[in-house]
């Protein structure tokens, strides 16, 4: 299938964004691009809902058809994205992703999955576990691994223990997540946190036992 004509009428609504919405009534070229999706309306809908739409931006007066344009733009390069093909050179190249499996992504409803996020952010050892011995599959999803990944900063070492075995088991292609993720300094201040806490704590008992003589010593 062309898309030359698609690709017409996307430069030139880029030219109108440039020169004013207002003037696409009188530009001409603007015009003739709609006109040749015309014959590509019969073909699919989102033909036709182009060609309505390109229609009614170039034949109204109303100064407010801001969505309209925008709303067109985006409809339009939707289209070219969907049916796009990349090259290289002058041969089709395929696009490569990192999903070599099945498991990249799951239908999982969002109840199901926010626990575990919640568990890997906040701290919840029962959940985690509880996941691995009933429903060890859902560890797969791709989107929960950036969790996976947040929860070795946990303050909680169960819960970085668990995250470890887990991660264990990803493949190499989980590498780029654990380099925007994971973060060295919240987990040196959770360390920090727990060094200093003993600490703290005598500091406390010192100011109280002081506060507890001197009271008795007025009495």
């Not at 599959?137 to 070795?152: A, P, T, V």
Request: hydrophobic share 40%.
């Amino acid at each position: 299938m062309n898309f030359e004509p698609l690709y017409e009428l996307k430069n030139r609504l880029e030219n109108v964004a440039v020169v004013g919405i207002n003037l696409a009534k009188d530009d001409f070229r603007l015009k003739r691009a709609v006109e040749h999706l015309k014959e590509y309306s019969t073909i699919a809908k989102v033909f036709k809902q182009i060609y309505d739409m390109g229609n009614s931006l170039i034949s109204t007066d109303d100064e407010d058809k801001c969505d309209l344009f925008l709303d067109l733009v985006a409809l339009v390069d939707a289209v070219l994205c969907t049916q796009a093909t990349t090259y290289s050179g002058n041969e089709p190249q395929e696009i490569k992703t990192i999903a070599k499996s099945k498991d990249y992504y799951k239908e999982i409803h969002y109840s199901e999955l926010s626990p575990l996020v919640y568990a890997f952010t906040e701290g919840n050892l029962f959940v985690i576990q509880d996941s691995i011995n009933n429903n060890a599959d859902i560890f797969n999803d791709f989107r929960l691994k950036s969790y996976m990944i947040k929860g070795l900063s946990n303050k909680y070492s169960k819960v970085i223990n668990l995250a470890t075995k887990k991660l264990k088991k990803q493949r190499k292609e989980i590498a780029p997540l654990q380099k925007d993720e994971f973060s060295p300094g919240i987990e040196k201040k959770c360390l920090l946190d727990w060094i200093l806490f003993p600490v703290l704590l005598k500091k406390i008992k010192m100011i109280f036992t002081n506060i507890a003589l001197k009271i008795g010593l007025r009495k």
